[in-house]
């Protein structure tokens, strides 16, 4: 009997110890669990966007211990991630949309896989050093968020299909490494550049580059690429100097570069006179010029070149000091001037006037000796404006005849039409063909006998005083310029018989403006996922204006009237281009554009890229909650969208009561969330706290991948449906 119940108490203890072992097992696996939260959901995400490679050993889609579990290509400190390399592994998908959460990570290498086919994501990692992104296939433009990374030291985005590099380099002054190489980059290479005062290595080529390399001429460079390009001008001496540099497959001209604008006489050896003691006994005015028969030894060597340089210096010096004495004098004179004014300077005074209509040349005549030497002095009294191509001529005036005034109708390569086409296609511009009427002037559907329908906006002719067909040409050039696929295409124009009229793609869905706030019992409400395809496509054709065309171009009257829909509803911009026929001060504006204009257009009358950010917040706004960006009708406290809005935007309770009714509760409100924190960065009462373009669409697209993810995984299907209804396709 006693024996027997030792035998049950040794069972017992076996059963407690395992129990202990398992709570050990249990307690040290907890223990070996130390990875950051933060940085445990950036590589679940990273591992579902890059498709779940199974080369990715330890790797897995929910939880995990990256730092404990010694997931491939994880390097840790404590319980941080510090490093992600995973070169070479065959990977495809993209980068995941939170890395921003691995704060302490210092390098990403995912370079020489097959990521991409995207733009890159814009939530990188904020602290990298070491980032390489190489020889994948990520498209679009150079993310603005690595403007903001202050730590990086090596950035290589290297054979890629990247299209636009933005002027975003200000900061990146620990630089040492940058490789842009084997990408579709064009334009001139940004003037940030200048700021990369620690850049060592530099790899462009093999891109569409053009312009000047005269930023990166006092760069710290030792190695330089910038082969296959298509730049021009001069190698500057500077970097002649440099051992490894590559410049072949361009169009620099030959020879020493020359000095840089303003144009500087070559410099000459300062002889020994120069001493601050030997000028001091004779005055410069009768040294230099007034007293030829001065010839002692101080003078002996100068050139005739050197005292040509010294006689110019002092009559342009002079010309100017005379210049402003007798300004207000000048001004008082009639148009003629005063025909008994015997002021000795008076030619001067004459080449001046002429100057301030434009830059002249003055000749000055200084005898030396017994020759005449001719030189002519480039003056421009006022600050540089952009040349009004448009400004009547001085038939007189020999320098205004190198300016191309006016531009040539064979360099548009958009089709003209006869206004008798126009006039037959609109029904002579009947009321029954007319569409739309804007700030420009009224706009008309054109039928066309091949079936072809066009909308024609026929321009008011206020809209372009003094020359209206000279400005009108201009304007149909740049407007021909701009391509991008949500932008409304120009597809015709005529300029005749005093008429100015633009023929664009008809878009039979009208325009946002429409389809939001002229609903009747036949209209289909858009739904949740046309309304962000909409922002999406809107944010892009901006991006594009302000980050891709150079110089930057300002929309000024962005508003969901002037965003048209085609037959699978995407957005077309239209008006782009218009922006210097709208003056900065309007003396009358609209309820409507009112509520589309940014408080500093309001108080100042001045447009910038981030008015017109403030602007598609506005329209965002529309989209999300089906009200007019300004409403009489409405109680005084909401007559203004942003103003009764803004206060809403981030209090989830609010946000479903603020969204459009036609909507009927079919939205996922994860996605509301994130739409509503885009609008609220656009709408920022401070210019300089809005985004840019390209930052808003990389939240946009953010978005949608997230949806795109949460369909694949299956999850939060419950969110957007209402009492157990189901659809197809699970809306953003």
Same mark, same amino acid.
């Given at each position: 009997?006693?024996?027997?119940?030792?035998?049950?108490?040794?069972?017992?203890?076996?059963?407690?110890?395992?129990? #202990?072992?398992?709570?050990?097992?249990?307690?040290?696996?907890?223990?070996?669990a130390?990875?950051?939260? +933060?940085?445990?959901?950036?590589?679940?995400?990273?591992?579902?966007?890059? $498709?779940?490679?199974s080369?990715?050993?330890?790797?897995?889609?929910?939880?995990?211990?990256?730092?404990?579990?010694?997931?491939?290509?994880?390097?840790?400190?404590?319980?941080?991630?510090?490093?992600?390399?995973?070169?070479?592994?065959?990977?495809?998908?993209?980068?995941?949309?939170?890395?921003? *959460?691995?704060?302490?990570?210092?390098?990403?290498?995912?370079?020489?896989?097959?990521?991409?086919?995207? +733009?890159?994501?814009?939530?990188?990692?904020?602290?990298? !050093?070491?980032?390489?992104?190489? !020889?994948?296939?990520?498209?679009?433009?150079?993310?603005?968020s690595?403007?903001?990374?202050?730590?990086?030291?090596?950035?290589? *985005?290297?054979?890629?299909?990247?299209?636009?590099?933005?002027?975003?380099?200000n900061?990146?002054?620990?630089?040492?490494?940058?490789?842009?190489?084997?990408?579709?980059l064009s334009?001139?290479?940004? %003037?940030?550049? $200048?700021?990369?005062?620690?850049?060592?290595?530099?790899?462009?080529? $093999?891109?569409?580059?053009?312009?000047?390399?005269?930023?990166?001429?006092?760069?710290?460079?030792?190695?330089?690429?910038?082969?296959?390009? %298509?730049?021009?001008?001069?190698i500057?001496?500077?970097?002649k100097?440099?051992?490894? @540099?590559q410049?072949n497959?361009?169009?620099?001209?030959?020879?020493?570069?020359?000095?840089?604008?303003?144009?500087?006489?070559?410099?000459?050896?300062?002889?020994?006179?120069?001493?601050?003691?030997?000028?001091?006994?004779?005055?410069?005015?009768?040294?230099?010029?007034?007293?030829?028969?001065?010839?002692g030894?101080?003078?002996?060597?100068?050139?005739?070149?050197?005292?040509?340089?010294?006689?110019?210096?002092? #009559?342009?010096?002079?010309?100017?000091?005379?210049?402003?004495?007798?300004?207000k004098?000048?001004?008082?004179?009639?148009?003629?001037?005063?025909?008994?004014?015997?002021?000795?300077?008076?030619?001067?005074?004459?080449?001046?006037?002429?100057?301030?209509k434009?830059?002249?040349?003055?000749?000055?005549?200084?005898?030396?000796?017994?020759?005449?030497?001719?030189?002519?002095?480039?003056?421009?009294?006022?600050?540089?404006t952009?040349?009004?191509?448009?400004?009547?001529? +001085?038939?007189?005036?020999?320098?205004?005849?190198?300016?191309? &005034?006016?531009?040539?109708?064979?360099?548009?390569?958009?089709?003209?039409?006869?206004?008798?086409?126009?006039?037959?296609?609109?029904?002579?511009?009947?009321?029954? $063909?007319?569409?739309?009427?804007?700030?420009?002037? =009224?706009?008309?559907?054109?039928?066309?006998?091949?079936?072809?329908?066009?909308?024609?906006?026929?321009?008011?002719?206020?809209?372009?005083?003094?020359?209206?067909?000279?400005?009108?040409?201009?304007?149909?050039?740049?407007?021909?310029?701009?391509?991008?696929?949500?932008?409304?295409?120009?597809?015709?124009?005529?300029? !005749?018989h005093?008429q100015?009229?633009?023929?664009?793609?008809?878009?039979?869905?009208?325009?946002?403006?429409?389809?939001?706030?002229?609903? +009747?019992?036949q209209?289909?409400?858009?739904?949740?996922?046309?309304?962000?395809?909409?922002?999406l496509?809107?944010? &892009?054709?901006? !991006?594009?204006?302000?980050?891709?065309?150079?110089?930057?171009?300002?929309?000024?009257?962005?508003?969901?009237?002037?965003?048209?829909?085609?037959?699978?509803?995407?957005?077309? @911009?239209?008006d782009?281009?218009?922006?210097?026929?709208?003056?900065?001060r309007?003396?009358?504006?609209?309820?409507?554009?009112?509520?589309? &204009?940014?408080?500093?257009?309001?108080?100042?009358?001045?447009?910038?890229?981030?008015?017109?950010?403030?602007?598609?917040?506005?329209?965002?706004?529309?989209?999300?909650?089906?009200?007019?960006?300004?409403?009489?009708? &409405?109680? =005084?406290?909401? %007559?203004?969208l942003?103003?009764?809005?803004?206060?809403?935007?981030?209090?989830?309770?609010?946000l479903?009561?603020?969204?459009?009714?036609?909507?009927?509760?079919?939205?996922?409100?994860?996605? *509301?969330?994130?739409?509503?924190?885009?609008?609220?960065?656009?709408?920022?009462?401070?210019?300089?706290?809005?985004?840019?373009?390209?930052?808003?669409?990389?939240?946009?697209? =953010?978005?949608? %991948?997230?949806?795109?993810?949460?369909?694949m995984?299956?999850?939060?299907?419950?969110?957007?449906?209402?009492?157990?209804?189901?659809?197809?396709?699970?809306?953003?």
């Open positions: 009997m006693k024996r027997r119940m030792r035998g049950g108490g040794g069972a017992a203890m076996a059963v407690a110890t395992g129990a #202990v072992m398992l709570f050990l097992a249990a307690t040290l696996s907890g223990v070996s130390n990875t950051d939260s +933060d940085d445990v959901n950036a590589l679940n995400v990273l591992y579902t966007s890059m $498709n779940s490679p080369q990715l050993t330890n790797w897995v889609s929910q939880n995990g211990d990256p730092c404990g579990q010694s997931w491939l290509g994880i390097t840790c400190s404590g319980s941080r991630v510090t490093a992600i390399k995973l070169s070479g592994m065959g990977i495809n998908g993209t980068l995941g949309y939170n890395m921003n *959460l691995l704060t302490s990570l210092v390098e990403l290498d995912t370079s020489k896989n097959n990521l991409g086919g995207s +733009d890159i994501p814009y939530n990188l990692p904020p602290n990298l !050093e070491r980032l390489n992104l190489a !020889e994948n296939n990520f498209t679009g433009s150079i993310p603005y690595i403007s903001q990374m202050i730590a990086l030291r090596i950035l290589n *985005l290297g054979h890629n299909h990247l299209a636009t590099t933005n002027d975003m380099f900061q990146l002054t620990n630089l040492t490494t940058l490789d842009l190489s084997y990408n579709t334009g001139n290479i940004p %003037q940030s550049f $200048n700021s990369l005062t620690n850049l060592r290595k530099l790899n462009l080529q $093999n891109n569409g580059f053009n312009g000047t390399i005269d930023v990166l001429a006092d760069l710290p460079l030792t190695d330089l690429n910038v082969a296959n390009n %298509q730049f021009t001008g001069w500057p001496d500077k970097l100097k440099i051992k490894n @540099l410049t497959g361009n169009s620099f001209g030959s020879g020493p570069s020359p000095p840089p604008p303003p144009y500087q006489s070559p410099p000459y050896k300062s002889p020994p006179y120069k001493s601050p003691q030997s000028r001091q006994p004779a005055p410069p005015t009768t040294t230099v010029n007034n007293n030829p028969s001065d010839d030894r101080k003078h002996s060597k100068l050139s005739g070149g050197a005292i040509a340089g010294i006689v110019v210096c002092l #009559v342009v010096v002079g010309a100017i000091v005379a210049f402003f004495v007798i300004k004098k000048y001004w008082s004179l009639p148009r003629g001037g005063d025909p008994e004014q015997k002021e000795p300077l008076s030619p001067i005074v004459s080449g001046f006037k002429d100057s301030l434009q830059m002249k040349s003055i000749k000055i005549i200084s005898t030396i000796g017994k020759e005449e030497l001719q030189k002519t002095v480039s003056m421009n009294l006022k600050p540089p952009r040349i009004d191509l448009h400004k009547s001529i +001085d038939e007189n005036d020999v320098t205004s005849k190198s300016f191309t &005034r006016k531009i040539s109708l064979s360099s548009i390569r958009t089709p003209a039409y006869t206004v008798a086409d126009l006039q037959v296609a609109t029904g002579s511009f009947c009321a029954d $063909n007319l569409i739309g009427e804007g700030l420009f002037g =009224r706009v008309y559907k054109a039928k066309f006998n091949d079936h072809k329908v066009l909308a024609v906006k026929k321009i008011n002719f206020s809209a372009f005083p003094g020359h209206p067909s000279d400005l009108f040409i201009e304007l149909v050039a740049n407007i021909s310029r701009l391509n991008h696929p949500s932008l409304s295409e120009l597809v015709g124009y005529c300029s !005749e005093g100015c009229l633009l023929a664009y793609e008809f878009y039979r869905n009208g325009s946002l403006k429409d389809l939001l706030h002229l609903v +009747d019992d209209s289909q409400p858009l739904s949740w996922n046309s309304r962000v395809k909409i922002a496509g809107s944010a &892009r054709a901006l !991006e594009y204006l302000h980050e891709t065309c150079s110089p930057s171009v300002i929309h000024k009257n962005f508003k969901s009237s002037n965003i048209f829909l085609d037959n699978e509803l995407n957005p077309h @911009l239209s782009s281009g218009f922006a210097d026929l709208i003056p900065n309007e003396s009358q504006v609209s309820d409507e554009d009112s509520g589309y &204009r940014a408080p500093e257009v309001t108080m100042s009358g001045q447009y910038s890229v981030k008015s017109d950010v403030y602007s598609f917040g506005v329209v965002m706004l529309e989209l999300l909650t089906g009200r007019k960006p300004f409403d009489r009708s &409405r109680p =005084r406290s909401e %007559q203004s942003v103003g009764w809005a803004t206060p809403q935007l981030h209090d989830i309770d609010a479903d009561q603020m969204v459009d009714p036609a909507l009927q509760g079919l939205y996922p409100s994860k996605s *509301l969330s994130r739409f509503a924190d885009a609008i609220a960065l656009c709408v920022q009462s401070e210019p300089e706290f809005r985004p840019p373009m390209s930052e808003v669409v990389q939240l946009l697209v =953010r978005l949608v %991948q997230r949806a795109n993810m949460t369909r995984c299956g999850a939060d299907g419950h969110s957007w449906r209402r009492d157990g209804e189901s659809r197809d396709q699970e809306p953003w």
